[in-house]
């Protein structure tokens, strides 16, 4: 709970929630203020007192080097202590910052204007604050909600590309319903997205565990309502609240841009403390509180109130409830009946989540089944047709899947002289620590971290790879079924290495999606290896070696001395398995295209499998909201319409980008709220400069030009050889290029909405709407289709296209 021995959470939720207890009581008179005062002051005292005595006798004990064997228990007082009086100290400063604030100021300099409204000039004034809140609060919101989305609905990168359309068009909506002047005040809609968002983690929860059973599929139409249901509120409101804020500050021809300027510096920080700090130390639902109460406290800075102060109240009670108690994994636990579901923790990885049943223990990944203790079956599959087939297996190289227990399988030969183990996800190597699930051995060395990158830096060489990660169904998992990452394989394998790769059964039955799939691995295993093998069973095994390789379990099996449950004779059926594997060639495509990281095409056949169990080969059908997104486009303005191809562009570079981030330095994961943070950087920027540069329709015309010209060298990319880079290089590169199109996006959200119509307070809503609207469909397009098939140079060819046809048709002011 507090991450270490101190309780720096619990003592600052108790001591703000008391705090807040006791205003509420002195607000509403039932105690007196005089009381309030008094037992503050003396909380104050007492822990100054604790920890000041207690610091002075540790400053004397180190200083004499006394032997204080009482010392060391106090050392948790002392600074317990010290962390209660900044608290209460913070609290108190405030309280009272206006007095603190007069200390330091000049009253002969301060002037009170003739002509002004109290009210008009409160608003004004805490404009800045709230856009700031805002910015910080929906991204803090948006990354923990589709994180807890992707758990719930297992979701691979379609369902988790069109939760992001959806947060992106539903926000868009918001703030086109606000664009004519959106009324009210700020403060209750902060307050409701304050809340809201705790209500949108619950909803597809229950609605999961009591509509659908464990396991099973969920149509993507259910999937869009749920998602469209519990993103609703808290997306609308947001839109909303930003056209307020704009409506608020049009004092000036380009003050819109202030309120862009700081929501998405706003965003910035909401950003990076998701990635780094909230995410690293609390469950999703504490997150959401802790957000709750920082907007809280911006709205209490500026104006405090009863309601407000009641409301923070709660929220502080909520906290602490679910910091004392384990109501997460009580609520987790829905999604995982008639299992015992023993933790669940959010990573920078994902959400990792592990269940117990009959005394074996399944491990989960984003609500995805990664492997379970007592698999006996699939772990000797995956180790023993390749290491069988080896002469003399020294050398083995584990992608994934060590703690599932394929690495004791491999330390069954005597052979073997030395194991590494790579695992993805290093968080399932510390939470499989308590089960004792990796064997105690000098020969199995554990490495944490990409796949690929250790391939790329080890010196070392093996005699056999098993490559035990998930199928290619993500931009992230295909990387590891590419023609760059088999090239880079080879050069650490001996002549007579083996390398197994296993993809999902496809049982009696080989769809036309799955034999894609198939047909492309085997063709990129075919241009680096001389024999492949393909070996059915609970996965099909593709097998490649220089060496020759057997299909036929009763060849590689004889005489090999190890001892196994399932792989051997007397359990396999030869046969059978030799006639299997002759169907699935029989289906291949020998002219089927080589995989590569510029072309992930098994990606899009996943996806495309996916619909096609739902919907059948109804291509439209399964197009169709794709449309629906473009519709907006032929009833905007030309300039809306830019600004739309705009947005589509600037967040398909944004992905294009996190992309190749991934593909060569491992998971995106743990660096997405920087990349993210710095884009919106960008965005700031931009528009900050474009507030005192000329702009103008010719303008306006070049830059846009600029973005095309960006998409069509941005392809050089993953043929600049930029993985031979190191860490610090690759960023020096990377960063700027990150920039390059928020910048412009930036400048061009400034110069459409003085375009749209000059001096209007409904311009800059507008023109943000039909941004995130075409974002929406930039997202969705680029993950599931225009990268997979078309890969990266015509992708972006083609988005470089639609930036040129905006040009033509605003240049002629034509729809």
Not at 163 to 190: C, E, N, V, Y
Not at 687 to 696: I, L
Request: proline share 5%.
């Amino acid at each position: 709970m507090s991450g270490g021995p101190y309780h720096l959470i619990l003592l600052s939720v108790v001591c703000a929630g008391g705090y807040l207890l006791s205003y509420l009581l002195t607000s509403n008179g039932l105690i007196s203020k005089n009381l309030h005062r008094q037992i503050w002051n003396s909380i104050l005292l007492l822990s100054f007192f604790i920890s000041g005595i207690l610091g002075i006798m540790l400053v004397i004990q180190l200083n004499y080097k006394l032997e204080w064997s009482f010392m060391k228990p106090l050392m948790v007082w002392h600074v317990d202590a010290g962390i209660a009086l900044s608290v209460v100290a913070f609290i108190h400063f405030l309280r009272h910052r206006n007095y603190f604030l007069r200390m330091f100021s000049n009253p002969e300099k301060v002037s009170i204007p003739e002509k002004s409204t109290p009210e008009k000039t409160a608003v004004t004034s805490t404009v800045p604050l709230r856009a700031l809140t805002l910015g910080f609060a929906t991204t803090v919101i948006h990354v923990l909600m589709i994180r807890e989305l992707t758990t719930v609905f297992q979701g691979n990168e379609l369902l988790m590309s069109w939760t992001l359309g959806i947060w992106m068009l539903l926000t868009g909506a918001g703030t086109w319903m606000g664009r004519m002047g959106a009324r009210g005040k700020s403060d209750p809609l902060l307050l409701l997205i304050a809340w809201l968002p705790l209500a949108g983690v619950l909803f597809p929860d229950l609605v999961k565990s009591l509509l659908f059973q464990a396991g099973e599929l969920i149509n993507p139409l259910w999937f869009m309502a749920i998602v469209l249901i519990s993103l609703a509120p808290v997306c609308l409101l947001s839109g909303y609240t930003f056209a307020w804020l704009v409506a608020r500050s049009c004092n000036e021809e380009r003050s819109f841009v202030r309120v862009y300027v700081l929501e998405s510096l706003g965003s910035v920080v909401g950003g990076l403390v998701v990635s780094f700090l909230l995410v690293q130390w609390f469950s999703i639902l504490q997150s959401l509180l802790i957000t709750g109460l920082l907007i809280h406290g911006s709205l209490l800075v500026t104006r405090v109130t009863g309601k407000t102060a009641l409301s923070a109240f709660f929220q502080m009670l909520c906290l602490i409830l679910f910091l004392v108690f384990p109501l997460d994994l009580h609520i987790k636990s829905f999604l995982f009946p008639h299992q015992n579901l023993i933790l669940s923790k959010e990573t920078a990885w994902g959400n990792v989540s592990v269940s117990e049943n009959g005394g074996e223990y399944t491990f989960y990944e984003n609500g995805t089944p990664l492997f379970s203790t007592g698999d006996v079956v699939v772990n000797e599959e995956y180790i023993h047709y390749a290491m069988m087939q080896h002469p003399h297996p020294a050398g083995v190289l584990l992608i994934s899947g060590g703690v599932a227990g394929m690495a004791e399988e491999i330390l069954k030969y005597p052979a073997v002289s030395k194991v590494n183990l790579v695992e993805l996800n290093p968080e399932i190597i510390r939470l499989s620590a308590p089960f004792h699930l990796l064997p105690s051995d000098p020969r199995l060395e554990i490495f944490k971290g990409d796949g690929r990158r250790f391939i790329h830096n080890t010196q070392n060489s093996y005699d056999v790879i098993i490559v035990a990660v998930p199928e290619p169904s993500s931009l992230q998992m295909n990387r590891y079924y590419s023609t760059e990452f088999l090239s880079m394989l080879k050069t650490k394998m001996k002549t007579d290495g083996i390398v197994l790769f296993g993809l999902s059964p496809s049982g009696n039955y080989l769809s036309t999606e799955k034999t894609a799939t198939e047909s492309i691995l085997f063709s990129t295993l075919n241009a680096h290896f001389r024999h492949i093998a393909i070996v059915p069973g609970e996965r099909e095994f593709f097998l490649a070696s220089d060496q020759p390789l057997s299909e036929d379990p009763s060849h590689f099996m004889e005489g090999k001395p190890v001892l196994t449950r399932y792989v051997n004779t007397q359990y396999l059926d030869p046969v059978s398995i030799v006639e299997r594997s002759r169907q699935i060639r029989e289906r291949l495509d020998p002219a089927a295209q080589v995989n590569s990281d510029r072309h992930p095409l098994p990606v899009f056949y996943h996806s495309l499998q996916f619909l096609v169990l739902f919907f059948g080969r109804n291509y439209l059908l399964m197009c169709l909201p794709l449309l629906l997104l473009l519709l907006p486009l032929f009833l905007m303005r030309p300039v809306s319409g830019s600004m739309y191809l705009t947005g589509l562009t600037a967040s398909s570079a944004e992905i294009l980008l996190i992309f190749w981030f991934q593909t060569y330095f491992g998971n995106v994961y743990s660096a997405l709220g920087l990349i993210f943070a710095l884009f919106m950087a960008g965005l700031a920027a931009g528009s900050w400069m474009a507030r005192s540069m000329k702009t103008g329709k010719s303008r306006h015309l070049l830059v846009q030009m600029l973005i095309a010209a960006y998409l069509l060298l941005l392809p050089l990319l993953w043929t600049s050889g930029m993985a031979k880079l190191s860490g610090y290089a690759a960023w020096l590169v990377f960063i700027p290029v990150l920039l390059m199109p928020a910048l412009l996006t930036g400048y061009l959200f400034v110069s459409a909405s003085l375009l749209h119509h000059p001096g209007s307070g409904h311009s800059a809503p507008a023109i943000y709407a039909a941004d995130l609207w075409g974002s929406a469909l930039g997202v969705i397009l680029v993950t599931f289709f225009l990268v997979p098939v078309f890969g990266i140079q015509t992708g972006c060819l083609i988005l470089a296209g639609l930036n040129l046809v905006s040009v033509g048709f605003l240049a002629v002011g034509k729809k």
